[in-house]
């Protein structure tokens, strides 16, 4: 990410002019409507490139601003020249919806509507122009709009801000775990978008497509229509919806056949169950183990029994006696689908594979519970509802089962091919179960709303016991394993035995990052003490109010937490930093890892740790956070210097791989301190 960060940075100019053009471009009637320029998108995108600090923040604000200020305004111009005939256009171009929408919301807003139009996409470059064929006086016009769009571009950026210095902190961590964070983002907004786009346009084009399908089938084949009228009336007003919910049961079908038959031929899908499973488990950390195991209790089967038994009792209560049968129906084919162990029966779980050993994946029955269930309660009551009412539910729903998904496949409690067969068959039984309840005219007043409060208190009052289950089962899963520490005489430690630490970081990932130039035999204690000595501090706490401390540009050096870095999957346990005299956004970063050995000396023995010194550089991009750059120290004069190591180490270089390995040892017992300047680094 960097390299490519870099490359935008080389023409910092040219994506302010995008930007600009397309904030201009959004708010220009005529471009805005029929082109549907996505200036959200790019908001978003520059407003990334302020927080990874590429972009000047300020001067990203102000040319959005400017670029809003200027589309408005040429609407608006538009508007006063062309008044008598700008409708005439928009009615002959067929976006007469959007005028006649434009007008309502003029009407119902009055005045504010100039600000309100800015953040409404569907009128947003119709108003300037109702409002310029008004002939509203420019002063009044031109106030608002300067208004308008000072408040909107920050609006607007701050997302993506926000995101960027977050992806940029990631990166400092781990390159992966930013590709990650990055791959997460765009695939939560497909879900958003897409479960909006098929409430808004796929559901009524798929019955559109589904009734003349079935009407010219009546007509070619009199027999099959003749059936199909006997069964259900073409002119019924829910042929439509039985009729998509055939078009879903075909594409489930479809998709169960396409994972069936790439699991059966071991095509592509089954080396990206491995290769996904792979990369997940490089990411692992225990902040995000947490986070994921809380998601996937409360995706699990124990909190949705408990939901759906919740939903039962509600539907007794409200007396929908027809709508509770087909529940404890549509619920007792889940329960029969879920509790089954797929990958016991056959198939190996991710957690028992091995690399470069086969797996046999199998449709994953949590899924298909989760998508039978949540998918048809979700329909139940955005049934006959308001668009804004089924768009919010299902985008909800969509996002629950895709993240809880995600958390069983990071988790190693399914394959991604086992995933997709599970909601594949998940979505099969939905379409019959759906169909079939549509086709039978229920039509309980379940109080949708009421239905919605019963499944989010459930959720939270199940959650609350499951969550904390669940982050037991990750301890218990996982425990410790043993660790033998082996003993180095000084003497064969200094020799060859220094050889045997680490050479190099190794990221989660399992790429090899800088190298590891310092080791250490001493204790805790020791160590403290005599970098306290020189200047060293221990480096904060990882809290609330230190981790607020990156989002405020006016905290010192050394009042930041330090990000995680990881060597073999364990992070740093001893981290010290120095402030560095000629700089105050710069600071060095001391990082030691233990060891499983231990040197014997005269002093005893002492646990050996290895570690690698840094100089961070602090950034402030647009005085709206801090981003830290870090270059690591190789060389061991520098490392000697800065850690008044002079007559207290040895130096030790060899070559290794074609690289030239460099060490410097702290001799065992060395103490005592003397003041020096901080040099340079190199």
Known sequence: MHTWLVSISNHPFLVLAVVFAIAAAEAIAVVGTIAMVPASIVMFFAGALVGAGVLDGWLTIALSALGGIVGDGLSYELGRRFHGKVRSWFQAKGHEVRWVRGEQFVKRHGGRSLLLARFFAPVRSIVPLLVGTAHLGRLRFYSANVVSAVIWAPINLIPGIVFGASAALA???????????????????????????????????????????????????????????????????????????????????????????????????????????????????????????????????????????????????RRSWKTAVWWIILVGIAVVLSPFDWAKSGGALPLDWHPNAPHTPLPDGQAAFNILVYAFLGWAISRRQAISWRTAVAIAIALWIVVGGLADLYLGKTWLSGLLGGWALGLAWFAILGGAYAFWHVRDNMHPKGVALVVIGSLAIAGSWAVPAGLQSIEVSSPPSTVTVTSLKIGEWMDTGWQRLPARRTEISGDEEEPLSLQWPASTGTIEQRLQQIGWLAAPAWSVHSALGWLLPQTQPTQLPMLPKYSRGENSQLTFIRTEPDSPDGRFVLRLWPSHYVVQSAQGAEPLWYGAVYHETLSRPAHLSILASTQNITSTATIVTLLDLRGRSAIRSITENNRIRDAVLVLPGASGASNTDTPGYE
């Open 171 to 317: 990166e400092a961590v781990s390159t992966r775990l930013a590709a990650a964070l990055i791959l997460l983002v765009v695939l939560l907004y497909l879900v958003v978008r897409l479960a909006r786009l098929t409430i808004t346009r796929g559901i009524p084009a798929a019955k559109h497509t589904a009734r003349h399908a079935m009407l010219v089938m009546a007509r070619r084949f009199p027999r099959f229509g003749d059936r199909v009228q006997r069964v259900i009336k073409l002119d019924d007003p829910e042929f439509p919806t039985v009729s998509a919910f055939a078009l879903l049961l075909i594409a489930s079908v479809w998709l169960f056949g396409g994972v069936l038959q790439d699991v059966i031929a071991n095509d592509p899908l089954m080396r990206a169950d491995t290769s996904l499973y792979t990369f997940l488990q490089s990411l692992h950390a225990t902040p995000a183990d947490a986070v994921m195991a809380s998601i996937a209790a409360l995706n699990g089967r124990v909190v949705g029994f408990a939901m759906a038994s919740a939903v039962l009792v509600w539907f007794v209560l």
